[in-house]
């Protein structure tokens, strides 16, 4: 069937005509989010037909025209939404039905104790992953590095990191998973690897080596800022060269657009996937395809995205073509399952990056529901969980029905989720299982991140020598001078990505059963959490709640492949719906706030099934409350 072309985007597009398009459908809403505006704002018909070019004349002399052309530019080169139906994702499949976990090998568990987690702790905790309802592991960066960013900066992609262990110990741990019916995914890291890499050793040292078009090696640089701080860019005297970062100085973005690399990578990816690794985790894939020519980064986006460039290379030309090249030359003979870490990209671009019809990725991460609208992780701030309830319900019925969600609250990037909500430590246990049904009985894919089953919390960081990661030591130093010590450690506590990088709470024993060593990462105040040991031993943990919720998703397909009801959508601190099939129907009823809620079924129900709390009232919700009923 022939696509008809839609008329390219430009001043003479009427907002609706900008939102029917799939980018600006995503980028009008974050913007939106951003300006703490409903979306329902657009869908008025009469401002949908108000045409750009008059907001351009009415914003003149606030917004260059660089802005326009490079938002027109974007939205240019995706025409069409996905056209996948709700039939096609029906079909069903492991990764629908399994339960994830993130593991950060170097906080999990320490065997030979050196205080740094290691493949060998990892291996003396699969019967607990198993035991808590634990399906596929994701294993963050186990590869060859110098550790500049914890293993996201790989120096070689077939050699394990000796801190962690050796090959044969990775061969025997996959070995392990596999005989205990589990599956594991590795982190590809392709976006970049590290400078001491031998490709790009060799890139420096040769011009006429092959390897120097594997990166971005060019006499000049753009204006593009790193993550990280400061610019995207390396200058190397000797070469008079300079080389494009977008993460730390030490991460060197690869060319993908050079058939050899890319010819390079599939390799690696069939070399692990015939060892048995079951699939991938794909770190900032979509940066992959960056803009020909690298050009500069328009000045308005810059300065409202916090870094400069972005628009050139988060949903870049050839990023499509790209995905479904590896896809098909390298998952696809292995049946791979793939999940891609894809910040900045909404439900549109998702549903044309993931849809089944695509042939890309199987599944994405979104980041847009871990920070309340208008802010930004740094921000200490307390999350109003009304605004997880929206994101849900917009995402359950406005791409669930055609894709899978990744369901999910922490990773290693993020402060602990239940400190966002409050620091009153008295609701943790509460906020943790409430929580933990959402994400358990909401249609999509769990994603545990280590110690989410614990009701993990923030540590309490006293000095800068207390952190470890190179995003918050290089932000510390980009304001420390403006903003002093004190307010930029308060900055930092309530963002850095060291909050989600705490070791394990194994037992009480000194460093938490971690390691018998000073663990490579120790505040002086540790997350006032109980251990495994102890939550084992209590009907009432958080623990022993996780592995009840986990087998109760595991014994009804309703849950994981059920239509879903919501009520009350507008009603607010309430969040209620239903999972329902043919068989069976379950009905959820959450207060999201602090304070009693009346309390009063919008279904018929059956039996109490779960709740966070030991005694109900029969007309109120306490703080934090959570219920799960059978219904009629
Ligand atoms: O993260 C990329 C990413 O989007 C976030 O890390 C975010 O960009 C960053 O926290 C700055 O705001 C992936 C990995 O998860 C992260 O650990 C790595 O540092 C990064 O890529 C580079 O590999
Ligand atoms: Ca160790």
Not at 83 to 95: F, L, Q, V
Request: include cysteine; aromatic fraction near 14%; charge should be negative.
């Amino acid at each position: 069937m022939t696509k008809i072309s839609k008329p390219q985007i430009g001043n003479h597009s009427t907002i609706k005509e900008i939102c029917s398009n799939p980018i600006g459908h995503d980028i009008v809403k974050k913007l939106l989010l951003q300006l703490k505006m409903q979306s329902k704002w657009i869908e008025n018909p009469i401002v949908g037909l108000i045409r750009i070019g008059l907001i351009r004349k009415i914003l003149r002399r606030k917004v260059d025209d660089g802005f326009f052309e490079a938002f027109f530019h974007l939205l240019n080169q995706e025409q069409n939404p996905y056209t996948g139906t709700r039939a096609e994702n029906r079909e069903k499949t492991w990764w629908k039905e399994a339960i994830f976990y993130q593991i950060y090998p170097r906080s999990f568990c320490d065997s030979n104790k050196d205080g740094i987690g290691d493949l060998g702790g990892v291996l003396e905790k699969l019967d607990y992953l198993k035991e808590l309802g634990v399906d596929v592991i994701w294993l963050s960066p186990v590869y060859d590095s110098p550790n500049d960013d914890n293993g996201y900066d790989i120096r070689d992609y077939f050699n394990i990191l000796s801190e962690f262990g050796t090959m044969e110990q990775f061969d025997c741990l996959l070995r392990a998973i596999h005989d205990k019916g589990m599956r594991l995914i590795m982190d590809l890291v392709v976006n970049h690897t590290s400078d001491e890499h031998p490709w790009f050793q060799m890139a420096l040292k040769d011009p006429q080596s092959k390897y120097r078009d594997y990166y971005f090696l060019r006499t000049e640089q753009n204006n593009w800022t790193s993550f990280f701080s400061g610019s995207a860019w390396n200058y190397y005297e000797e070469q008079k060269l300079y080389g494009l970062h977008l993460f730390s100085k030490k991460q060197m973005d690869l060319n993908w657009e050079n058939k050899e690399l890319r010819e390079d990578i599939k390799q690696m990816i069939r070399w692990w996937l015939a060892k048995g690794v079951d699939g991938f985790r794909m770190d900032v894939i979509n940066y992959i395809s960056k803009e020909e020519n690298l050009p500069d980064g328009d000045k308005t986006i810059g300065s409202l995205m916090g870094y400069y460039g972005i628009e050139k290379y988060f949903y870049g030309p050839k990023l499509h073509m790209y995905l479904q090249e590896i896809r098909k030359e390298a998952f696809e003979p292995f049946q791979a399952f793939s999940v891609g870490e894809m910040p900045g990209i909404g439900q549109e671009m998702g549903k044309l990056l993931t849809g089944k019809n695509r042939r890309e990725l199987d599944m994405f991460f979104s980041f847009d529901h871990l920070e309340n609208p208008g802010k930004v992780r740094f921000d200490d701030y307390s999350y109003d969980l009304n605004y997880l309830k929206e994101y849900l319900m917009d995402w359950n019925q406005n791409y669930s029905s055609v894709c899978q969600l990744s369901l999910f609250y922490n990773n290693h990037d993020n402060p602990r989720f239940i400190s966002k909500v409050t620091d009153d430590c008295s609701y943790h246990k509460l906020i943790a299982k409430l929580l933990a049904v959402i994400q358990f009985t909401q249609k999509g894919t769990p994603f545990i991140f280590q110690g989410d089953e614990l009701g993990m919390t923030n540590s309490k960081f006293q000095h800068i020598s207390d952190f470890r990661d190179i995003e918050s030591l290089n932000l510390y130093r980009e304001l420390v001078q403006e903003k002093g010590e004190g307010e930029v450690l308060r900055i930092l506590n309530a963002g850095s990505r060291d909050q989600g990088r705490g070791v394990m709470i194994w037992n009480e024993h000194k460093y938490a059963g971690f390691s018998e060593k000073q663990p490579w990462i120790w505040s002086q105040e540790q997350p006032v959490v109980a251990s495994v040991e102890e939550q084992k031993k209590d009907q009432n943990s958080v623990f022993v709640f996780y592995q009840d919720l986990l087998h109760f998703r595991k014994d009804n397909d309703t849950l994981i492949y059920g239509d879903t009801y919501f009520y009350g959508k507008h009603k607010k601190n309430i969040f209620a719906y239903r999972r329902a099939d043919q068989s069976q129907s379950f009905y959820i009823h959450c207060n999201l706030s602090k304070q009693e809620q009346i309390f009063k079924t919008y279904y018929p129900v059956k039996t109490l099934l779960f709740s966070n709390y030991e005694t109900l009232k029969a007309d109120r919700m306490k703080p934090y409350e959570v219920r799960v009923y059978d219904c009629e």
